[in-house]
T-cell receptor, first 112, second 123 residues
Framework: DAKTTQPPSMDCAEGRAANLPCNHS???????VYWYRQIHSQGPQYIIH???NNETNEMASLIITEDRKSSTLILPHATLRDTAVYYC?????????????FGKGTKLSVIP | EAGVAQSPRYKIIEKRQSVAFWCNPI?????LYWYQQILGQGPKLLIQ????????DSQLPKDRFSAERLKGVDSTLKIQPAKLEDSAVYLC?????????????????????FGSGTRLTVV
């Protein structure tokens, strides 16, 4: 699986959009970009994933650059409950057998 | 839908003692994972089961760690004897088998579901 690079920490004002970047310059054509987050004292939680098109769901939006070497997770209106560590993971498609390899992620602090 | 259940939530033991953790995955999920998360780091995979068979245990320290999933449902992870460096959160996760990505029937269908973990402190 391709490796990812994320900033160790970020701050965001409550109500503002939080934009979390991720670099994955060695991503291969059949690898997806997944985002998970981990709120304190909980297990990681799936947020969103995508291959090359931008994706949006009830939690967030995922913007993937045309060359697929980087992506941005967008939380449109951050709340205090979005304070968590966010992990960007690149892996092959198919959740059944393929493992998740976590880096250190980005610690997002949403400030009142 | 019930989530992944883990117990106990917390455990404190002395070094060289043994300890066991239990995980009950989401009903029908054939694949089960155990992860170890040391403070300040991301989770690290220890072992992966498919039904009651081991798919990958290459990162499991087999001299002291063992895991089983006898009936292909719940699983136990054991450490014997424990060392100070085993202090960590032990996370269990499950996924269904054979999920493709052609259909996007809800975001949760494509993600792993994790339990809340067991926090182990070895003193």
């Amino acid at each position: 699986d391709a490796k990812t690079t994320q900033p160790p920490s970020m701050d965001c004002a409550e109500g503002r959009a939080a934009n979390l970047p991720c670099n994955h310059s060695t991503i291969s054509g059949n690898e997806y970009v997944y985002w998970y987050r981990q709120i304190h004292s909980q297990g990681p939680q799936y947020i969103i994933h995508g291959l090359k098109n931008n994706e949006t769901n009830e939690m967030a939006s995922l913007i993937i650059t045309e060359d697929r070497k980087s992506s941005t997770l967008i939380l449109p209106h951050a709340t205090l409950r979005d304070t968590a560590v966010y992990y960007c993971i690149v892996k092959l498609a198919g959740a059944g057998s393929y493992q998740l390899t976590f880096g250190k992620g980005t610690k997002l602090s949403v400030i009142p | 839908e019930a989530g992944v259940a883990q117990s106990p939530r917390y455990k404190i033991i002395e070094k060289r003692q043994s300890v066991a953790f239990w995980c009950n995955p989401i009903s029908g999920h054939a694949t089960l994972y155990w992860y170890q998360q040391i403070l300040g780091q991301g989770p690290k995979l220890l072992i992966q089961f498919q039904n009651n068979g081991v798919v990958d245990d290459s990162q499991l320290p087999k001299d002291r760690f063992s895991a089983e999933r006898l009936k292909g449902v719940d699983s136990t992870l054991k450490i014997q004897p424990a060392k100070l460096e085993d202090s960590a959160v032990y996370l269990c996760a499950s996924t269904p088998v054979g999920i493709g990505t052609g259909s996007r029937q809800g975001s949760k269908a494509y993600g792993y579901t994790f339990g809340s973990g067991t926090r182990l402190t070895v003193v």
